[in-house]
């Protein structure tokens, strides 16, 4: 008869005996999803907020995965990873600057191991003027322009690192 070796088994019993009570715990009471705005302008965020109640994991910022998914119908979806906000898990939230007009789709999930919980959304970004973000200028490589606009920037300083 095969006897296990006292230190093996002394193994064992310690890893059960000593797992922390959160991690035993299948999935959080819920999780419910908030969206910003119905309507944003090209270049401001549109945010997807997430709120759990009774969180029950050990340590929510990287024990839990945030990730969504926005695209304009027949484009190819971006993908965007969403961050926890609060120390006990509670909140999440995940961010999406449209840069085109248009009615983008999405869909945000909330991943704790092997349980999830998915939410889809629809929101309409229009043109507007804010500038965009700030991009290398292909004509001239050492200047930059505003994404949205066109315009050039000009950084006016002194010190330069």
């Known amino acids: 008869m095969y006897r ?40 401001q965020f ?11 994991v050990s340590n929510p910022f990287t024990d839990v995965t945030v990730e969504g998914q926005f695209a304009l119908p027949g484009a190819q979806p971006v993908s965007v990873d969403g961050f926890c906000d609060s120390a006990d898990g509670s909140l999440f939230r995940i961010r ?13 999930t ?22 965009g973000l700030l991009r290398v200028d292909r004509e001239h490589p050492f200047h930059f322009i505003y994404e949205g606009t066109g315009e050039h920037f000009f950084w006016n300083s002194t010190t330069t690192y």
């Open 96 to 108: 999406f600057m449209p840069t085109k007009a248009g009615d983008y789709d999405y869909s945000v």
């Open 46 to 56: 549109v945010e997807v907020t997430l709120r759990v109640d009774k969180p029950d």
């Open 110 to 131: 909330y991943r704790r191991g092997a349980h999830e919980v998915a939410h889809k959304g629809r929101f309409t970004a229009r043109k507007g003027n804010r500038p």
């Open 4 to 43: 296990f070796p006292s230190s093996l088994l002394l193994g064992i019993v310690l890893s059960v005996l000593f797992v922390p009570y959160k991690s035993l715990s299948a999935a959080p009471a819920g999780v419910t999803f908030d969206q910003s705005a119905p309507e944003v302008i090209c270049y």
